[in-house]
């Protein structure tokens, strides 16, 4: 399926900072070489959407899937004052078209990292494979840390 078709790709984009934009229209580009359908499932999020998902799993059924409440600890995908969102999640598609969070994911943080973004499958605490960030000393412009 192509981009410009693909809700589920790089119009999740939407909103990201032009130096995240670009690091994962790469990433998706090369991990397509490989043969492998990576799809963004989340861009920015506006702070209700960031405190509904910090209550799933704790106020809400569900299971855990942020430490971020969006208002004490914000997320990286919350817009900063630059007005941008610094970071992505994302899944893989199969063959038939399905989208699954099974995948090859020590594959997608090598590529990640090497490309600059921070990928949330090595964090200790809690990690989250589904996640990248572009880190603020990637930041091309200054004041934004």
Request: aromatic residues 6%.
């Amino acid at each position: 399926m192509t981009d410009h078709v693909d809700p589920h790709r790089l119009v999740r984009l939407r909103g990201c900072h032009p130096e995240l934009k670009a690091r994962v229209t790469a990433l998706v580009a090369t991990l397509s070489e490989r043969g492998l359908d990576l799809v963004l499932t989340q861009g920015v999020r506006s702070r209700a959407q960031q405190q509904a998902l910090y209550a799933q799993g704790r106020t809400k059924p569900g299971k855990v899937v942020t430490n971020c409440d969006g208002v004490v600890k914000v997320s990286t995908h919350q817009p900063r004052a630059d007005r941008y969102g610094y970071a992505v999640d994302v899944a893989w598609r199969r063959q038939d078209g399905t989208i699954t969070w099974e995948g090859p994911w020590e594959t997608l943080g090598v590529v990640a990292e090497s490309l600059g973004l921070r990928w949330g499958g090595r964090w200790t605490g809690f990690p989250d494979r589904p996640h990248l960030e572009l880190p603020p000393s990637s930041v091309p412009t200054a004041g934004n840390a």
